[in-house]
């Protein structure tokens, strides 16, 4: 069988040379083998550069949304299984057109954690990788132009599992104690916004921390503000965040931003029966609604 980065690289060469894209955006070694970056083709005769391991974590899909990149027209993206929902959620709300994209989706087994990978640490197994492949569901993207299948066998997950196991530790506390928790959490923030920067979804021109004419949050480093910020950007994922994990990994005082965004989509999915990203073809949960909802106002 053609190895995993043979046929990735073949594949892009073919709609490079076709025309079929302009740009091709993938993964290359970064400063080591276990740091891989992202990487921008537009010559046939560089795709050598592109390689996919367990360490090509970012979500790439985050790229699309820049005006530097949409410029490029039809682009090639290559996409694993949790990438694919940020694709998905973008053509579904018109931020992307399915004909400006080729989905190059590679078969991927998980990413190992970050700070795992800096000391050394190679092997896909439950104990080295992200939360979010231990409940991963799209190993193998379910939309794709070209798929690439993993040359390394799946990895077994033993024992009961349970990522993100502090929510449930939260829902069972006092709200005078889970709002101790968050305030304690929302006052490490630096209002850097690398959790915005680096979310395929977040993709307003203005972002309204920008707007001061009414300032809506503080964009100083305080208590009310820090807070206001995190929890709006929470509102304004809900339905949406489609669980990359990306803002959680860029956050520099590491707050578990991920602990509300997973809320958020099992409290959606609970009420609304709604995963994001997972059909283009879904109006999304919050941008359309049912005359026969149990809400009289809606009536
Ligand atoms: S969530 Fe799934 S597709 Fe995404 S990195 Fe983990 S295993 Fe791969
Ligand atoms: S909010 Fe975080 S987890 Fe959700 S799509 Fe954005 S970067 Fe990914
Ligand atoms: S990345 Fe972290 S510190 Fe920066 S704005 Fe987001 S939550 Fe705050």
Redesign the pocket.
């Known amino acids: 069988m053609e190895k995993m980065n043979d046929k990735l690289q073949n594949t892009a060469k073919e709609l490079l040379e076709n025309k079929e894209v302009n740009l091709i955006i993938g993964f290359t070694k970064g400063s080591n083998p276990l740091r891989m970056r992202s990487v921008f083709i537009t010559d046939p005769n560089d795709v050598s550069k592109l390689s996919f391991n367990a360490h090509c974590v970012q979500d790439l899909a985050v790229f699309l949304k820049k005006p530097e990149v949409k410029k490029f027209g039809k682009i090639g993206l290559v996409v694993k299984g949790c990438d694919e929902k940020a694709v998905n959620t973008l053509i579904q709300e018109y931020q992307l057109s399915r004909d400006n994209i080729k989905i190059i989706g590679v078969e991927c087994r998980g990413a190992v954690k970050q700070n795992l990978a800096d000391k050394g640490e190679d092997s896909v197994k439950q104990s080295t990788v992200y939360d979010k492949c231990l409940v991963c569901e799209v190993h193998t993207p379910l939309l794709y132009d070209y798929l690439v299948e993993s040359d390394e066998p799946a990895f077994e997950i033993n024992g009961d599992i349970k990522p993100y196991a502090k929510i449930e530790e939260l829902d069972a506390m006092s709200v005078e104690d889970r709002n101790m928790f968050w305030q304690k959490e929302?006052e490490?923030?630096?209002?850097?916004?690398?959790?915005?920067q680096?979310c395929p979804l977040c993709y307003c021109t203005r972002c309204i921390v920008e707007k001061n004419t009414p300032q809506w949050i503080e964009t100083n480093i305080e208590e009310t503000g820090?807070a206001q910020?995190?929890m709006i950007?929470a509102y304004h994922l809900s339905g949406r965040c489609i669980g990359c994990g990306e803002?959680e990994r860029?956050?520099?005082?590491n707050?578990p931003?991920m602990l509300v965004n997973e809320k958020m989509a099992r409290d959606v999915f609970e009420k609304f029966g709604y995963k994001s990203g997972v059909d283009i073809n879904a109006k999304p949960v919050f941008g359309t609604f049912d005359a026969n909802d149990f809400n009289e106002f809606i009536k």
């Open positions: 929302f490490k923030c630096i209002k850097c916004y690398a959790c915005r680096a820090n910020w995190n950007r803002c860029a956050c520099p005082v707050i931003l």
